[in-house]
């Protein structure tokens, strides 16, 4: 019983390690605040293991006592019922998340479909600080609006967020065009819109 707990506790943290270590993690941890991203289901593996042979072991050191067994079948049931529903309600949640992050690719694609989107040059700079919006734990990054405009329009466009990285293209310099682009969407529902100019 102890060896298998053992190989489990390892199996959660260990095969997590070499994945927690690379760059890509750590930006999802450090600069996106992404907390519940795990890079592999053997971690979850592990922990079940751990879990389901810890319960297993506890419910033997009691069933010498009747009471006491029956009792602690009722809790364990009880919280693992509990454990469900929230990681169902938490499920739902993130479901509708990306599915209404998802939707703001159909106000974008309505912009790209207007006369004035299409007679922009290639490599112009949008600057759209209301583009990216972290929701629970989907966030589209500006690089993926951009290859979304290329594959659509055959255009390359830069996309500026933060208005303190528009000043090298306001330059005199700059030979490109800057276009101003303001996504609005309800935090609750598909009403949006997409300013341009």
Request: some cysteine; hydrophobic content about 45%; charged content about 15%.
């Amino acid at each position: 019983m102890l060896a298998t707990l053992f190989v489990a506790l390892c199996l959660a943290v260990f095969s997590v390690m070499p994945g927690a270590l690379t760059p890509k993690y750590q930006s999802w941890v450090v600069d996106k605040g992404v907390t519940g991203y795990t890079v592999t289901y053997y971690c979850f593996l592990g922990a079940v293991l751990f879990f389901s042979t810890l319960v297993a072991w506890i419910n033997q050191l009691m069933a010498s006592r009747e009471m006491l067994s029956k009792a602690y079948a009722v809790l364990i049931s009880l919280l693992f019922a509990t454990v469900s529903l929230v990681t169902d309600y938490s499920n739902f949640f993130v479901s509708a998340s990306q599915v209404h992050t998802r939707s703001k690719f159909d106000v974008i694609k309505h912009l790209l479909d207007t006369k004035e989107f299409k007679s922009i040059e290639d490599g112009s700079i949008l600057w759209a600080p209301s583009i990216v919006r972290f929701y629970n734990i989907l966030m589209i990054t500006p690089g993926d609006y951009e290859r979304y405009i290329e594959f659509v329009t055959g255009k390359k466009v830069k996309i500026v967020v933060y208005k303190r990285h528009l000043a090298p293209y306001m330059s005199a310099s700059n030979t490109h065009p800057v276009y101003y682009v303001d996504c609005v969407q309800k935090k609750k529902d598909a009403d949006q819109y997409a300013l341009f100019a």
